[in-house]
């Protein structure tokens, strides 16, 4: 993943909760929730239910995992002005920004093999060159190909704020482009508003539409209109924004949580809008907006829209059930929104299952749809999977499936969709950008050297400069060897810490979420801890910290709620500790002079063992355990007494 300029940004919640409120473990928050309300509703929601996939569960921990060290200790979110200010006020002081480290990409420059790039939110194509369009990334900015996808090259890295949602460019002056800014699906990165390139995207400047002075909010979607590229419209979690000059000036023009935005085909100043739980339509340009609701179910979540050249007075819905995140039916009307009627509501596509058997989804996270340019009959919908209707959206067949069961593969999670000829189709998912040429009998990936992963955890390897392991977010740990040209994804999931042995550097360790181990001795890849493995019987943090004994290479200490020990590369545990609190281990560290002395930290409290486990201490003091949170620590390698520790989060 990609940095932006020296002051690092982090990012603030109150985009959220009209996109978490449709899930169904926040029904009941209390008004203005903090972090800890909305934990709890999550914890107390599946607190007797089996997590499943599909469902929304680990989309959700990654928010939670997210927004933990970046809160305050009573819960609170940061003040977006605060944060804005401060780095404004940096950048100043700094003057110009320079770079003095010599810094270069070590990888991944390729696709792993069963593995994706990161997580891409939407693609815009170029109006006259067919080979040329952008994608943009949830934290990595906005890439550019000029060859069709075979390479990509990016020029956002200083850009204040990294999450991309979409991309508008002037059909009558392409070197004129709009970037809507923010992480509109996942919000991971919060919006500073619209920003503006009249150079093709070489450099951007800030319009009227700048968040960073009010509240913070996230941006879905952004179009010029056909007729006058003066005319600007957004659909954000405020409201409808709308400019007539060219971004200099904006006005809300409708309220409500709104995530799609569609022109008529032929008709400039017709435009539709999908919200929260319904379709709205604009006959005068954007200007004044209209509920169109005849027929629309009243009863629904998010809602996604197509429109076809194919017929000008279709209209596509697929509407999500705001209880389960999965399908409450997909709609149609023929009338240009006049009424609706609906076409399906099964089988489930929006869900895990390559049948569409079951009953959630992630609508609130991954949901896209776009219908063919040819032939106003072919529909296509994304959630977790995608699926393609070739009579209106009466029936279904799955065309891509993120195992490759039942459909091929393509990777999980698809925020958008989009037809380029009656053939060809492109998808922007969790793992990159994948390509048909042939309706979805197969799929290619396009992701080239996209440099957008979000990585927890990187590992080197001692003996091998070149050799490394990346544990990444829904992208797995990815295995990168520059030496041999090796590059695969052997451990699937969200990739946490990660080990290669300083000796044997076929001797590696992976770990996914909770504290589940992986060891591999050269061959295959086996489960060597987590809970109810080897002995071990606890779960851990979301990143659990686990490293190599320093002094005994085939040792292994493991913090869960309490530290583990193995002294067989996790073949069995025995615990060293007896916390007998709820609190997660968020790090440890062994000294590297003394292996019996290990430092750990919870959110509450930092401990020191001298004696291997046998008793431990509170080493508070000093510390801003009552403000901050801890993140990492690591002890001098020639003195177990000198111990740095970081903490994350926000004070005055």
């Known amino acids: 993943m990609k940095k932006a300029f020296s002051v690092c940004f982090t990012l603030l919640l109150s985009i959220l909760y009209k996109e978490i409120q449709s899930q169904p473990w926040v029904q009941n928050l209390p008004p203005n929730p903090n972090f800890f309300d909305y934990e709890n509703a999550f914890q107390n929601y599946w ?15 990654r928010w939670l995992e997210f927004w933990r060290p970046r809160v305050g200790k009573s819960g609170e979110f940061p003040n977006p002005n605060i ?12 003057g110009t920004l320079t770079t003095t480290g010599n810094w270069a990409i070590i990888g991944p420059s390729s696709v792993p093999t069963n593995g994706g790039a990161g997580r891409l939110n939407f693609i815009t194509f170029h109006p006259t060159q067919s080979n040329t369009y952008w994608v943009g990334s949830a934290s ?9 996808g075979v390479s990509w090259t990016s020029n956002t890295d200083q850009l204040p704020v990294l999450g991309v949602s979409d991309l508008a460019i002037d059909p009558n002056n392409p070197n004129i482009m709009y970037l809507a800014t923010g992480d509109g699906d996942g919000n991971h990165t919060y919006s500073i508003g619209v920003l503006k390139s009249t150079d093709g995207g070489n450099t951007w400047n800030t319009t009227g539409l700048s968040w960073f002075v009010t509240q913070g909010r996230v941006i879905r979607r952004i179009v010029v209109k056909p007729d006058n590229s003066n005319v600007i419209i957004i659909a954000s979690n405020n409201g409808i924004y709308r400019t007539t000059n060219g971004g200099a000036n904006w006005t809300q023009v409708q309220t409500g949580n709104f995530y799609d935005l569609e022109w008529k085909p032929g008709n400039p100043n017709t435009i539709y809008a999908a919200r929260y739980n319904g379709v709205f339509r604009s006959t005068d340009g954007g200007a004044t907006w209209a509920a169109i609701s005849s027929g629309f179910p009243t009863n629904g979540g998010r809602v996604e829209i197509a429109v076809t050249p194919a017929d000008s007075n279709y209209i596509y819905a697929v509407v999500a059930n705001p209880s389960t995140d999965g399908l409450l039916g997909v709609y149609r009307s023929t009338n240009g ?10 089988p489930n596509i929006l869900g895990y299952q390559s049948n569409g058997s079951d009953n959630g989804g992630q609508a609130y996270y991954d949901l896209a749809m776009d219908a063919s340019p040819i032939n106003k009959e072919e529909v296509v919908v994304g959630g977790i999977n995608i699926w393609r209707s070739t009579n209106g959206g009466n029936s279904w067949t799955i065309i891509a ?3 490759g069961s039942g459909a091929p593969y393509v990777h999980a999670d698809i925020h958008w969709l989009k037809y380029t000829s009656a053939n060809t189709i492109f998808a922007c998912h969790d793992g990159g950008i994948s390509r048909t040429t042939n309706s979805g009998s197969s799929w290619s990936d396009i992701s080239g050297n996209l440099e957008v992963h979000q990585i927890y955890r990187i590992s080197g390897s001692v003996s091998n400069s070149e050799r490394h392991l990346m544990g990444t977010q829904d992208n797995g740990t990815t295995l990168l060897d520059n030496s041999s040209g090796l590059l695969t994804r052997p451990v699937g999931g969200d990739g946490m810490e990660c080990i290669i042995d300083p000796v044997t550097q076929n001797i590696m360790f992976a770990s996914i979420y909770y504290g589940d181990i992986y060891r591999t001795t050269g061959g295959s890849w086996s489960q060597v801890g987590g809970n109810g493995v080897n002995g071990i019987n606890e779960s851990g943090a979301w990143v659990t910290p686990y490293q190599l004994n320093p002094q005994n290479r085939f040792g292994l200490f493991a913090g869960y709620k309490n530290v583990w020990k193995s002294t067989n590369r996790g073949s069995s545990w025995s615990k060293i500790s007896n916390f007998t609190g709820s609190s997660n281990i968020v790090a440890l560290a062994v000294a590297p002079s003394d292996s019996n002395t290990i430092y750990i930290a919870t959110n509450s ?3 020191r063992t001298t004696n291997g486990g046998s008793t431990w201490t509170t080493i508070n003091s000093g510390l801003p355990l009552s403000t901050l949170n801890p993140t990492y620590i690591i002890v001098k390698n020639t003195d177990p007494n000198t111990v740095y520790i970081t903490f994350s989060g926000y004070t005055s």
């Open 47 to 61: 607190a007797n239910k089996t997590p499943e996939k599909g469902k929304g569960y680990k989309p959700y921990l």
């Open 83 to 94: 944060l804005w200010q401060e780095a404004m006020l940096a950048k100043q002081q700094l």
């Open 140 to 148: 990595g900015g906005l890439w550019k190909t000029t060859n069709n």
């Open 337 to 346: 929104g006049g009424s609706w009627s609906l076409r399906a509501n099964s």
């Open 401 to 403: 499936h993120w195992t």
């Open 605 to 607: 409290n930092v401990y």
